[in-house]
């Protein structure tokens, strides 16, 4: 972790190092992506990374294509560290408390990710990515798998609720929701997450998609906490 709180704040001190230097930046780029897998201490060091670019591009610090050349570089690793790390079974937190303090603060910054890429051709990259998960955990049958990345999705939508559309993709997130029979306190609390924060959407983006939603939700009241 140490490694990784000195490489940021060499970028956050020195952000020219992304692109003064080919090399020192592909090395240093290259030591953050491999610390977002290392450990989640370690990513955690690491993912503040994403809110030094996002005010160096606000300042217009940022040369032109700097910020989606690092998106494009570390997109996959962050969201591959995310769905490891912010597993409800991850061995990497000891009490449930700790488990749920991880789980937000790197469903915030996947969510900084997402929003940093507004307008950017990287944000449908990041969509990508996250599908991807979706798909090798719904082919795996990992129940638990699935519910991160629908945390993830949860948390996205939540950031574009006054936004006038929500991306495509969701009519498949929402629908491997659908799919899922095995249930549990969890993974209802989770999918009832996302449902509340589509519900602006149904009307307009997602209208197929609202009578599974409450045959979903009437489904799931048995695994409601008393």
């Known amino acids: 972790a140490r490694g990784a709180a000195v490489a940021v704040a060499l970028v956050e001190a020195y952000t020219q190092l992304l692109w003064m230097d080919p090399d020192v930046a592909g090395t240093l780029v290259d030591f953050i992506g491999a610390c977002f897998a290392a450990h989640p201490h370690v990513a955690q060091s690491v993912f503040t990374l994403w809110a030094i670019l996002k005010d160096a591009d606000r300042d217009s610090k940022l040369p032109p294509g700097i910020l989606n050349s690092l998106l494009q570089q570390l997109s996959a690793p962050c969201i591959a560290s995310f769905a490891r790390f ?43 990515l996250l599908c991807g998960q979706l798909k090798k955990a719904e082919a795996a049958a990992d129940l638990l798998g699935l519910e991160v990345v629908w945390f993830a999705f949860a948390g996205i939508a939540e950031a574009l609720a006054d936004e006038p559309q929500i991306p495509e993709c969701y009519v498949a997130v929402l629908q491997s929701l659908f799919r899922t029979q095995a249930k549990s306190d969890s993974i209802c609390a989770t999918g009832a997450a996302l449902l509340r924060a589509c519900g602006p959407h149904f009307e307009l983006r997602l209208p197929e998609q609202l009578a599974p939603a409450v045959r979903w939700l009437v489904s799931a009241v048995p695994y409601v906490p008393e």
């Open 86 to 128: 912010a597993r409800r079974d991850s061995p990497f937190a000891e009490e449930p408390d700790e488990l749920e303090q991880l789980r937000s603060a790197q469903q915030d910054i996947l969510v900084d990710i997402f929003c940093i890429s507004d307008g950017q051709p990287e944000r449908e990259l990041i969509l990508a």
